[in-house]
């Protein structure tokens, strides 16, 4: 069975840093697609960040460019996401999901797996 565990989020100060990790366990990410979704109180879920299987391709949103970095780590089965300069908006669950392709999207449809979130709140 396939699962996806993030962890790392918390209650911060608008401005400050925070870092999420997803644990993928019963499956190797080695050739997957990873991603980051967001989903704010009484929103959609939103993309936020993806990378592909070597690390070299990744897309980010609009909102997150430039303060927000993807990394994983295949030997670990990990993805990370990096948060620097966290703003009020920033608020809501935060998902990482894994796509079995080789090609980086922004949709949420094309992923196969999710975890279960973790909830990031920036107070302003």
């Known amino acids: 069975q396939v699962r996806l565990a993030e962890s790392g989020g918390g209650l911060v100060q608008s401005g400050s840093s925070l870092k999420l990790s997803c644990l993928v366990s019963g499956r190797s990410v080695i050739n997957d697609v990873l991603g980051w979704f967001r989903q704010a109180p009484g929103k959609e879920r939103d993309f936020v960040a993806a990378?592909?299987?070597?690390?070299?391709?990744?897309r980010y949103a609009d909102s997150v460019k430039g303060r927000f970095t993807i990394s994983r780590d295949n030997s670990k089965n990990m993805v990370y996401l990096e948060m620097n300069s966290l703003k009020f908006e920033d608020t809501g669950v935060y998902y990482c999901a894994a796509r079995d392709s080789y090609l980086v999207t922004v949709r949420e449809s094309e992923y196969d797996y999710w975890g279960q979130g973790t909830q990031v709140t920036v107070s302003s």
């Open positions: 990378i592909d299987w070597s690390g070299v391709i990744t």
